[in-house]
C-alpha cells in the first residue's frame, strides 16, 4: 500500500491488490503493510548533478541554528578490561576434553 494524502483524522491509501489498484479512505489511527517496490531508488539524472555543483553550500554553526552542543554525560572513570590469560595448546580431541573436564566445563 501507498499513502497517497496524509491528514489528522484519516488518510488517503492507494492500494494494489492482483486486479489492479484501488483507492481506501481510513481513519487514522491505522496499520498499513508495505510492498517491496515501495522503495524504489531516484537515480539522479547528468542535468541535476550539473545543478548540484553550482549550488552554494551555506556553513553554519550549531549557535546559528539555536543547538546546544555542551555535553551532557559526564565520564566517571574509564577502565581497561581484565587481560586475558593465554590458551593452551593441545595435540589432540583426547586432552582437550581432559583438559576441559578438570576446569569443569563438561
Known amino acids: 500500500a501507498v499513502v497517497s494524502t496524509q491528514c489528522t483524522e484519516s488518510s488517503g491509501i492507494n492500494a494494489e491488490y492482483g486486479g489492479g ?4 479512505a481510513v481513519n487514522l489511527p491505522a496499520v498499513i503493510s508495505a510492498d517491496l517496490r515501495l522503495n524504489e531508488p531516484r537515480y539522479a539524472t547528468l542535468p541535476n548533478i550539473m545543478k548540484a555543483k553550482k549550488k552554494k553550500i551555506e556553513k553554519m554553526s550549531p549557535e546559528d541554528l539555536g543547538v546546544d552542543v555542551s ?36
Open 71 to 106: 555535553p551532557r554525560i559526564k565520564v566517571l572513570k574509564v577502565v581497561d578490561p581484565p587481560v586475558r590469560e593465554a590458551g593452551d595448546k593441545v595435540p589432540d580431541v583426547a586432552t582437550l576434553m581432559s583438559k576441559l573436564k578438570e576446569k569443569g566445563h563438561i
Open 21 to 24: 489498484l484501488e483507492d481506501i
